[in-house]
C-alpha cells in the first residue's frame, strides 16, 4: 500500500536549525525541574538512599544501550520509506522492531532480576537496604525496558520531520513528573515515590507519540503478523554495530560513578551523580541539536543531498558551541557559591563544590563531538564512534589504573583523572573526526575551539574576580546575591563574544532587529 505524504509546515520556518532552536527552549525547562529535585529528595531521605536512586540509572543506561540500533534503523528506515510514500514499509519495519525488541526487553531484565545478588555486592549496598534497592532497581529497568520497545514513535516522528511535536510531548511529560515527584515526597512515599513518578512520565510519553505517529501517517498498521524476519538483518545486523557502541559509550559516560562506587561506596555514587547534575542539565540544552542532526542526517545522506547534510553539520555545531560556552564555564568558575545556593551548607556541598568544575571540563569537551558523531550516525558510518571509544578506553585506563594499583585514592584526585582522560580524547576525536568529513581541519578552529577556549578564559578571570567576594561564612542567600551579579556581567560579555565569532553579519542584524522590535513598538 502507498500513500501520498506531505511534508509538515505547520511546524513553522527553521527547517533543521529550527527545531534544534526549538529543542533548546525545552531543555531549559527541563533544566529548571532537574536541577529543583535533588535538593529536595535529599530533604524527603538520606544520602544513601539518594545514591541508590542514582545507581538505577548506572543500570538501565546500559540497558538502554540495547536500543540505541534500533533507533538509527528506524530513523534512516522511516526517512526511506516516507519519502517514497510506503505506509505499508514503515508498519513492517515498525512491527518487526517493536516486537524484536520485546523480547530482548524481557531477556534483559531476567537477566537483571538473576544478576542482583551479585550488583548489590558490586555497589556495596548494605543488607538492610537489599530490599528496596532490588525493587528500585528492577523496577526503573522494566520501566525503561518497556519505553524501548513503545519509544519507536518517537523515532518514527523524528524521521518523518514531526521533531517538534514529539518535543512537545517530551516536555509534557517530564512536567508532570516533576510535579508528580514533589507530590509523591510530600505524601511520605520517598524514593519509592520518584519510581513512581519515572513510571508514569514514559507511560504518557510513549501513548502520546504513538497516538501523533499513527495520526500523522494515515493507513499505517501495526501487528504481529506484519513481522518481517528478513528486516531482523538490519536490526541485528547493522544496528548491532550500534549497540555495542552505545553499550560501549555508556559504560565510559558511567564510569565515574560506577568507580566511586565500587572504590568508596554508596554515598560516593551520590556525590558524583550530584557533581554531575548541574554540568550534565546544563550540557543537555544544546544536545537537541545533535538529537536533530541525526534525524535530518538521515533524510539527507538517503536522497544523496550532500551540500544540505554539511549544512546541519555546521548549524549543529554553532548551536552546541553557543549553548556549551554559555554555561558550562560558567558552572566550573562559580562551583562553590552554585553548589552553596542548590544544596545549602553542609557536608554534600563542600564535597560536591569539589568534583562539579572537573565534571564540568570534561562534559563539555565531550559534549563538542555531538555534531560530528551524529552526522556519521546518520549516514550509517559507526567506524567514528568505535575510533571514540577507544580513544576514550585507552586515556582512561592510563588514568585510573595508577589509582586502582597504587591503593586506596580520595574522590576528587579520582575525578580530576578522569576529567583529564575524558578532554584529552575528545579534542584528539573532535580534530580526526571533523577533517574526516569536511576534508580539512578548516572550519574547526574559529568556529569551534576559539569561542570555547575563549569563554573558558572569561570564566577563569570571573572567578577570580567575584568568588573572593563571598564571606567565609556565607549562606545560600548570599551565594544568590552573588550568582545573579555574576550571571549580569557574563551573559552579556559571553553573548557578544559567541555573536562576533559564530554569526554571519546577515544574522546578527536579524537577530538584533527582531531584540529592537519590542522597543520600536513601545516607542510608537
Known amino acids: 500500500m502507498r500513500s501520498t505524504m506531505k511534508t509538515d509546515h505547520s511546524q513553522g520556518p527553521g527547517g533543521s536549525a529550527g527545531d534544534m532552536l526549538h529543542g533548546i527552549g525545552g531543555k531549559l525547562l527541563y533544566a529548571a525541574t532537574r536541577v529543583a529535585l535533588p535538593p529536595l529528595a535529599l530533604a524527603h531521605m538520606g544520602l544513601a538512599e539518594y545514591g541508590l536512586w542514582a545507581a538505577c540509572f548506572v543500570l538501565v543506561g546500559y540497558l538502554g544501550m540495547a536500543a540505541s540500533g534500533f533507533t538509527l534503523v528506524y530513523l534512516r528506515g522511516t526517512a526511506r520509506h516516507h519519502a517514497a510514500g510506503d505506509t505499508a514499509a514503515i508498519g513492517r519495519l515498525l512491527s518487526t522492531g517493536m516486537l524484536a525488541m520485546a523480547a530482548m526487553a524481557a531477556l534483559l531484565l531476567g537477566a537483571l532480576w538473576a544478576l542482583m545478588p551479585l550488583l ?184 544523496g543531498q550532500t551540500a544540505a547534510l554539511l549544512r546541519v553539520y555546521r548549524d549543529a555545531s554553532r548551536i552546541t558551541v553557543a549553548s556549551l560556552a554559555l554555561a558550562l564555564p560558567l558552572l566550573a568558575a562559580l562551583a562553590y557559591p552554585l553548589t552553596l545556593a542548590w544544596l545549602g551548607v553542609g557536608p554534600a556541598q563542600a564535597e560536591v563544590a569539589k568534583l562539579l568544575p572537573w565534571m564540568a571540563i570534561a562534559l563539555h569537551a565531550h559534549m563538542l563531538t555531538g555534531p560530528v558523531n551524529a552526522v556519521s550516525r546518520g549516514r550509517g558510518q559507526l567506524g567514528p564512534d568505535f575510533i571514540y571509544l577507544a580513544l576514550r578506553a585507552a586515556a582512561l585506563a592510563a588514568a585510573v589504573l595508577p589509582l586502582m594499583t597504587g591503593g586506596a585514592t580520595d574522590l576528587p584526585t579520582l575525578v580530576r583523572h578522569l576529567a583529564g582522560a575524558q578532554s584529552l580524547a575528545a579534542i584528539c576525536f573532535l580534530a580526526f573526526a571533523h577533517r574526516r568529513l569536511c576534508g580539512r581541519w578548516a572550519g574547526l578552529w574559529a568556529p569551534v575551539l576559539a569561542p570555547t577556549l575563549a569563554a573558558c578564559g572569561l570564566a577563569v578571570l570571573l572567578h577570580l574576580l567575584v568568588v573572593p567576594l563571598l564571606p567565609a561564612a556565607a549562606g545560600r542567600a548570599q551565594a544568590l546575591w552573588l550568582l545573579a551579579g555574576a550571571a549580569a556581567l557574563w551573559l552579556p560579555l559571553v553573548a557578544a563574544l559567541l555573536a562576533a565569532w559564530l554569526l554571519s553579519p546577515a544574522e546578527i542584524h536579524t537577530l538584533t532587529r527582531r531584540l529592537l522590535r519590542p522597543l520600536s513598538r513601545r516607542r510608537a
Open 120 to 303: 548489590l555486592g558490586l555497589f556495596k549496598v548494605p543488607a538492610e537496604q537489599h530490599a528496596v534497592a532490588g525493587l528500585l532497581w528492577l523496577g526503573t529497568a522494566a520501566v525503561f525496558l518497556a519505553d524501548m520497545s513503545l519509544g519507536a514513535f518517537a523515532n518514527v516522528l523524528h524521521a518523518i520531520g514531526r521533531v517538534r511535536r514529539e518535543q512537545q510531548v517530551w516536555m509534557a511529560a517530564f512536567v508532570l513528573e516533576a510535579l508528580l515527584i514533589v507530590a509523591f515526597l510530600q505524601a511520605g512515599m520517598g524514593v519509592l515515590g520518584l519510581l513512581a513518578a519515572f513510571a508514569l512520565r514514559y507511560l504518557i510519553s510513549a501513548s502520546a507519540n504513538a497516538w501523533l505517529a499513527c495520526r500523522a501517517l494515515p493507513g499505517l498498521r501495526l501487528s504481529w503478523r506484519l513481522f518481517d524476519r528478513a528486516l531482523l538483518r538490519s536490526f541485528f545486523g547493522f544496528g548491532a554495530g550500534m549497540q555495542l557502541s552505545g553499550l560501549a559509550a555508556s559504560a565510559l559516560h558511567s564510569a565515574d560513578r560506577l568507580l566511586a562506587g565500587m572504590l568508596l561506596g554508596p554515598q560516593a555514587t551520590a556525590l558524583v551523580d550530584m557533581a554531575a547534575k548541574l554540568p550534565g542539565t546544563a550540557a543537555s540544552i544544546g544536545s537537541s541539536a545533535s538529537a536533530v542532526a541525526v534525524s535530518a542526517t538521515a533524510r539527507h545522506d538517503t536522497q
